[in-house]
């Protein structure tokens, strides 16, 4: 019961991160779209001269939160070592995009000018996905500390196949 913490505390945010990834995915390739047909009048749009930068990286960080998401929940299913490794570097990587768009967030409305519901929806997206994202990340490396919040580095009952291990008389397959 005591593996189980750091499962349901990264599910329910999993699932939560997965769903504003989704949205911002939609969101910024619309913004996006109308940037690139010089529709920056629309009244749902508007912007300024980081939103161009800021859109590229809104939708490399939810394509990029979006396929994190999709291997930690195969992790949360296995909830092992072997996963945990696939699902913790794509979730740090997708944490550093979405840091950058962050950021450009943070630029884009300290330039100010008028934008669009869509676009401040984006932003506000963004600004909110990198503490989550931020948040899954810690969730998902808790095992480091105690095996009680997740598999750790060095979880001794996923100790490998059994190939090489001593006393057991063999050092592979046979064919």
Known sequence: M????GRSLAGPLLFLN?????IVLGF????????????TNHPSFGGNGATMFFLTFAILASVLGIISKLLGANHLRAWRNDSLAAAGSSAVIAWAVTALAFGLACKEINIGGWRGWRLRVVEGFIIVLG??????VLLLHA?????????????????????????????????
């Open 2 to 5: 005591a593996r189980a913490v």
């Open 131 to 136: 503490f989550t994202q931020l948040l899954y």
């Open 28 to 39: 910024a390739s619309w913004c996006l779209n109308r940037f690139i047909n010089g529709q």
């Open 18 to 22: 997965l769903l504003m990834y989704l």
């Open 143 to 175: 095992g480091m500390f105690s095996s009680a919040y997740g598999p750790g580095y060095t979880d001794p009952e996923y100790a490998g196949t059994g190939v090489g291990e001593k006393g057991t008389g063999y050092t592979g397959a046979r064919v």
